[in-house]
């Protein structure tokens, strides 16, 4: 059953002054969430708050990469000095708060001589202080608060994008590592098979057919094995980059991939998805400042009050000093509806912006449902994969004690050896896929986050 949750007042009711906020129902903003994700009790449920997601595989080799990772990535670094970006226009928004003092200095001579004896200096001081009676440097404020955290939730989203990058490419490195010792078991079983042809042949119980084609098949297995070593250097140089290093002469931590714990995670409720996904309230975020960004726009139709004061003095001749106090009063009569369409612009923009947060909020639900029905149905293949590799051993030993006595031809025991190849091959996938379909889970819940800036 679906039980209505309005989004918080602080994410997407868009109100503010009565006079300058413009009004949108708050029914526009409701979004109906599932009490519960359809999967969730098919993954038994370990709630570990306390611990980084990556905790949850038991390895020290990932936990020392993702903090590599995270403290010498590159693509990182870019985001911090967009966060600092960020900071620096806020900054900038909070200055219009404070008066504005400058000084100046001038000298001015009529004399044509070389003397300075008729140079004649002066010296102001002036402060100046704009008033905010209709909330236009308020809402630039506002604005650039939530650009600030918009930027500092975009870093975490791809802090977490580095995170499940550098786990991913991690396991695939481990997989491919292990799939090079089965295709290399499996060359050395070519190679049995070929002496045992050899010796049947020599003994004119076969023909040379079978020598041929077992040396055909012999071929095929020593060919896998630089292709399975160029997809391994392609994973290493991978996570080198990810990590901040030059893949030249990196190697990467050495782990049996069927070792690796298989971790368990509480998805919690549809609605955590709100305060947990960083994308999430990146898009809020923005939302907010679209709507401040109105604001703004609106304030331009109102006058502005600015106050001033200065003081000066002629610094030649022992001039007493002149003070000055202004105000000044500026409004804009005529703008050919430049006003008008940068209202209707902003208002636009915010639309945009409430439809974005609105479809990422739909696509989140969707990733995690999808996530926790692959790790179920991933975890059921696994264990049937495995059955099917111990089937395939026993079948490949039966076969060959068979082609040794002579009561079995050569198609069967090279087509029992594919066999076990590919059972033992494909269970390493297979592991490796529910590893995958694991950190694609907590990714979709938004791995360890859920606090504010």
């Not at 084609?213 to 250097?233: C, F, S």
């Not at 940068?342 to 995690?368: H, K, N, T």
């Not at 026993?394 to 050569?410: H, M, N, Q, S």
Request: negative net charge; aromatic residues 6%.
């Amino acid at each position: 059953m679906l039980r209505p949750i309005i989004l918080s007042s602080s994410l997407l009711v868009l109100t503010a002054c009565a006079s300058l906020a413009p009004e949108t129902p708050e029914s526009a903003h409701a979004i109906a969430m599932p009490a519960a994700y359809d999967y969730a009790g098919e993954v038994e449920a370990l709630a570990a708050p306390e611990r980084e997601w990556w905790d949850g595989f038991e390895t020290a080799s990932l936990d020392q990469l993702v903090s590599e990772a995270l403290a010498a990535n590159q693509t990182l670094a870019q985001g911090v000095a967009n966060v600092e970006a960020a900071r620096a226009a806020l900054k900038v928004a909070n200055a219009a708060f404070l008066p504005q003092a400058s000084g100046s200095l001038s000298a001015s001579s009529n004399t044509e001589g070389d003397g300075l004896d008729d140079v004649d200096a002066s010296g102001r001081l002036s402060a100046s202080y704009q008033l905010d009676l209709f909330g236009a440097n308020a809402a630039s404020r506002e604005a650039a608060q939530a650009s600030l955290e918009a930027t500092i939730f975009s870093q975490r989203a791809l802090e977490l994008t580095v995170q499940s990058d550098v786990a991913t490419n991690y396991f695939a490195l481990l997989a491919a590592r292990e799939q090079l010792e089965v295709a290399r078991r499996n060359l050395e079983i070519s190679e049995r098979i070929y002496d045992i042809v050899q010796v049947r042949y020599e003994a004119g119980a076969i023909s040379g057919y079978d020598v041929s084609a077992q040396e055909a098949q012999l071929a095929n297995a020593r060919a896998r094995i630089p292709q399975i070593e160029a997809q391994i250097t392609g994973f290493e140089t991978a996570l080198a980059i990810l990590t901040g290093r030059a893949p030249q002469g990196y190697d990467a931590p050495e782990e049996n991939i069927l070792s690796i714990s298989l971790p368990e995670t509480d998805p919690g409720l549809p609605s955590d998805l709100l305060l947990r996904r960083p994308d999430l309230m990146q898009a809020e975020a923005s939302l907010r400042g679209a709507n401040a960004n109105i604001k703004a726009a609106r304030a331009a139709y109102f006058p502005s009050i600015d106050l001033g004061a200065g003081v000066s003095s002629l610094l030649t001749g022992g001039g007493d000093l002149t003070g000055s106090l202004s105000a000044s009063l500026a409004q804009t009569i005529f703008s050919g509806g430049r006003l008008e369409g940068q209202v209707e612009s902003a208002e636009a923009r915010r639309d945009a912006q409430l439809a974005g947060y609105r479809q990422a909020i739909l696509g989140a639900l969707r990733d995690v449902d999808v996530s926790l029905k692959s790790v179920e149905s991933n975890a059921v293949r696994e264990d049937q994969l495995l059955i099917a590799r111990e089937a395939a051993g026993e079948a490949l030993e039966a076969v060959e004690l068979r082609y040794r006595a002579g009561t079995d031809d050569l198609t069967s025991l090279l087509t029992a050896q594919q066999t076990y190849f590919d059972a033992s091959n494909t269970y390493v996938q297979g592991r490796l896929d529910r590893l995958t379909a694991a950190i694609n889970l907590y990714v979709a819940l938004g791995g360890g986050y859920g606090q504010t800036p």
